[in-house]
């Protein structure tokens, strides 16, 4: 999945505009993403991408779009 297409999904999902989106936000901070809305995200990427969640080492690769881009395009 290119970079594009992930921020496609995460703006679908979290209902955030696309352009409101770049690979340095964070998702608490930035684009006010809580941890509920956090773990509803993880798993639709995780559906949508085929890809475990076990890549998921440490709150730093939930941190920023960019972070947690690579860990799922890593599979």
Known sequence: MSYDQFVGLIAKVSNIPINDIQRDSLFKNDLGIDSLQMVNL???????LGAPLDNIK???DLATVG?????????
């Open 58 to 60: 440490s709150n730093e």
């Open 67 to 75: 972070s947690l881009y690579s860990i799922f395009s890593k599979e």
């Open 42 to 48: 993880l798993i639709e990427l995780s559906n949508h």
